[in-house]
């Protein structure tokens, strides 16, 4: 007994969009050659092509402008650099320059610290009598501090050097990384030997705001 295959039945046919296409065309064809014969003139291949175009073109919407999100640019200020602060020139800058060349923050408590302590090793209005604000015997030849800088800014390089070298100012480090309250930083300098009389214990130690004075570009190597 034979067997018969079953076929499985036969998909739907959809039209092709080009068969649509085609039979627009056709249609547009037939009724131009219509309306030759009925005495209208018959169009160009340009005129022909244009009116096709028209008819096939599908609209193409887009997203309003308006409707995008604008990106906001921030804007970043520059950081103050070495330059910033020497042209500065001022006792201010030379404790900011320290700071900065030590990779300490550059906070407000710092600064004074380092300010009242300039103070306490020179003269205010002559901080920078041999170009050693701090009194740093660190690299500037005289061992008790005694020692002259070529410049400003070398004696600022020392300085920051000095204290991240030396390990008896490591309470003095700690305290400035951490921008410590004036008080705690300042009593670490007391009593790290920094001065041998360690300011008398603090109580030479002057809390006097100190006033911005600008130093003779000379010093600065200027």
Same mark, same amino acid.
Do not use: C
């Given at each position: ?18 068969? $649509? ?18 005495? @209208? ?5 340009? &005129?022909?092509? *244009?009116?096709?175009?028209? &008819? ?8 309003? %402008? ?9 804007? @970043?200020? *520059?950081?103050?650099?070495?330059? $910033? ?12 320059? %320290? ?14 610290? %380092? ?5 306490? &090793? ?37 300085? *920051? ?13 700690? $305290? ?14 007391? @009593?790290?030997?920094? *001065? ?27």
């Amino acid at each position: 007994m034979s067997k018969h295959r079953r076929h499985a039945p036969r998909a739907p046919y959809r039209r092709h969009a080009w068969s $649509t296409t085609r039979t627009v065309f056709t249609s547009m064809i037939a009724g131009l050659v219509l309306m030759a014969s009925l005495g @209208f003139s018959t169009p160009t291949r340009e &005129e022909l092509f *244009a009116e096709y175009v028209d &008819e096939a073109s599908q609209p193409l919407v887009t997203a309003a %402008v308006d409707a995008l999100p604008i990106a906001e640019r921030h804007d @970043f200020g *520059a950081t103050p650099g070495y330059e $910033t602060f020497i042209a500065g020139g001022t006792n201010h800058d030379w404790a900011k320059l %320290v700071l900065l060349m030590g990779d300490f923050p550059l906070t407000d408590s710092n600064v004074t610290v %380092v300010t009242r302590w300039m103070r306490q &090793e020179n003269y205010v209005d002559a901080w920078w009598t041999r170009n050693n604000p701090l009194n740093n015997g660190w690299g500037s030849g005289g061992g008790g501090g005694t020692g002259r800088y070529a410049t400003l800014v070398d004696a600022a390089e020392n300085a *920051a050097e000095a204290l991240n070298t030396l390990g008896r100012y490591s309470e003095i480090v700690a $305290t400035l990384r951490a921008s410590a309250p004036t008080a705690e930083v300042e009593r670490a300098i007391w @009593f790290s030997g920094w *001065a041998t009389g360690m300011y008398n214990n603090g109580a030479h130690w002057s809390y006097v705001d100190v006033p911005v004075i600008e130093a003779p570009p000379s010093a600065w190597g200027r």
